[in-house]
């Protein structure tokens, strides 16, 4: 592909980027020519409704309006920790994993279908969408009766949490030129640079006070209010845009619709990955284990269903969910390979981390949440300081090989600082170094993938990279959900004796709240000396790439920006 080619040649040691004013698609057809049409495959002349929209209400907006989209950014920092109390109130603690992978598959398959529903119906109508997604699945949390139900809850949550995130980063990306867009990504995370300090003080209170129902509740409240900013605002400029004329409405048949969302690709990539990665924490819940009909049975199904997948992206589908093309320009390949081995480690390592620390150090509330979170904060953080020195330096390379780098000597500390006898500060350490090099690799890799291409797939490829880092934390859960299903019980058979009772022990494995001995005691510590040895924490070190390949930024420079 002429695109490609040009790309790859000539290679320099940094990726330069370089700003250019804001044009309309037609200005940017005209500048990069047939090389970006080759690569995106995508008929300009018939530019998606919500592509269209965004562009005619900056036109209309002025040069400050946008803005206010990003100070609508909402971070919701207590979700985590009130799942570590309800599913301990159900006794099925163990099943975190399972719930983190499920959530985190749902997470990766649901961001490219918004993000073709928000190009078809607008960016607005999706938002209602999403919005509504949360206080569906608020409502069935907080009133859940059962595990299963709350479960059904937490899967309308993990499609609202979802497709809102990656409508942030949609519109950030509209509104910013790729010179910009790492640090306004960045800055977009900057709530939560201050919420879970605040957030650890909430729920403190509502574990010991109101209850985690109450809490999940006023969420129902907050969420509409705080999106109501950004919906009003994008509605408003794009209903400006529609009576200036600016704008073409049009419709579509419902077959269509499925088309261009492309229906079978989601439910061949969606199902593949669940039923690959589900048996690896459900196996060990099992009477036979790995033995047990339906786990063969499932991976199976989900190898056969992944490997019908690029087959039918590329002979298939119309709009395919994944491009096969994307594949073959490595910048891309390499950026959503280093996302997902970088969520990998983290989902791998911090599933559990919060009952762990709450078991084996007897952290309260707070300062559990104090601990879980300084990782992302400091990625926020990182991030944010990433973005303004790629907005200096008009380079990333360099700044991503350090920040793999960071990364793993952070893992290397890791497995000597994270461990029963660690002091606080010792903890605490170790989640700065990973945050740092964290929040410099989600940055960076998201922009070198924006960059490759056109404006009109910006949305498309968005959701794709984070459906890889996404992809990377569902695996990364499983592998903790293993561990601790299949090591965690025999642990604390092992270390309580033979008098530790069957009942004590799925307890224990199952809930952190009520059944935990005094702080002290001969049965706490055996039992914190279990969790160390078996829970995910002290992990291997997991895989890191190397950064995407550099290119020069020509010809392409006007499309992406």
């Known amino acids: 592909m002429g695109f490609i080619n040009s790309s790859r040649a000539p290679i320099e040691p940094s990726f330069e980027l370089k700003d250019s004013p804001h044009t309309m698609d037609k200005d940017r057809e005209e500048k990069s020519g047939s090389e970006v049409g080759e690569l995106s495959k995508v008929n300009h002349a018939d530019i998606e409704g919500g592509v269209a929209r965004v562009e005619a209400a900056q036109a209309v907006w002025g040069t400050h309006g946008k803005y206010i989209i990003v100070a609508g950014e909402l971070d919701n920092s207590t979700v985590y920790v009130y799942q570590n109390y309800a599913t301990s109130s159900f006794d099925k603690l163990s099943l975190v994993s399972t719930l983190g992978t499920a959530g985190a598959i749902i997470f990766a398959v649901v961001k490219p279908p918004i993000a073709k529903l928000s190009n078809i119906i607008g960016r607005g109508e999706t938002y209602i969408f999403t919005i509504s997604c949360y206080l569906v699945a608020y409502i069935l949390i907080a009133s859940a009766k059962s595990f299963n139900a709350y479960a059904a809850g937490f899967v309308f949550y993990a499609i609202g949490q979802s497709g809102t995130n990656i409508m942030n980063d949609i519109i950030i990306s509209d509104i910013s030129t790729a010179r910009w867009r790492g640090l306004a990504i960045g800055a977009s995370f900057f709530p939560f640079i201050a919420m879970p300090w605040i957030s650890a003080f909430i729920v403190d209170s509502v574990v010991h006070g109101i209850g985690w129902r109450w809490g999940i509740g006023m969420l129902a409240i907050l969420m509409p209010f705080c999106a109501s900013f950004i919906i009003a605002t994008l509605l408003y400029y794009q209903s400006r845009a529609k009576k200036a004329g600016l704008v073409a409405q049009s419709r579509i048949s419902a077959r269509e619709f499925c088309s261009q969302i492309d229906l079978g690709g989601t439910v061949l990539f969606s199902c593949g990955f669940a039923m690959l990665l589900l048996p690896l924490t459900l196996a060990a819940t099992t009477t036979s284990r790995w033995h047990t009909p339906y786990i063969a049975v499932l991976l199976a199904l989900g190898c056969a269903f992944l490997m ?65 979170f300084t990782n992302g904060v400091t990625q926020c953080t990182s991030g944010i300081i990433a973005g303004f020195i790629m907005l200096k330096t008009q380079r990333y390379k360099w700044l991503l090989m350090g920040a793999v780098a960071i990364r793993l000597v952070g893992y290397g500390i890791m497995m000597r600082l994270r461990g029963a006898n660690n002091t606080p500060a010792e903890l605490f350490v170790v989640q700065l170094i990973q ?31 984070i459906c890889f880092s996404f992809l990377g934390a569902s695996i990364g859960a499983s592998i903790a959900g293993g561990i601790y299903t299949g090591t965690f019980g025999e642990a604390l058979k092992r270390h309580l004796g033979d008098e530790a009772t069957r009942a004590l022990i799925d307890e224990l494995l199952n809930s952190i709240t009520g059944v935990l001995p005094r702080w002290g005691s001969m049965e706490r510590i055996a039992i914190d000396y279990a969790a160390s040895t078996s829970s995910p924490p002290p992990l291997h070190l997991p895989p890191q790439l190397p950064p995407p390949k550099s290119s020069t930024y020509n010809q392409h420079t006007s499309n992406s920006n």
Not at 436 to 463: C, Y
């Open 308 to 372: 019908a997948l690029p087959f039918y992206e590329k002979f298939v589908a119309k709009y395919p969910l994944v491009p096969v093309h994307y594949f073959t320009n490595p910048t891309i390949v390499m950026s959503m390979l280093l996302i997902s081995t970088d969520s990998m480690g983290f989902g791998a390592t911090h599933t559990y981390l919060y009952p762990w620390v709450t078991v084996v150090h007897d952290f309260a509330a707070r300062e559990a949440t104090f601990y879980t």
């Open 435 to 465: 945050g740092i090099g964290s929040g410099v690799i989600q940055t960076a890799v998201l922009v070198s993938a924006q960059i490759m291409v056109p404006h009109a797939e910006l949305a498309q490829i968005t959701a794709l990279v």
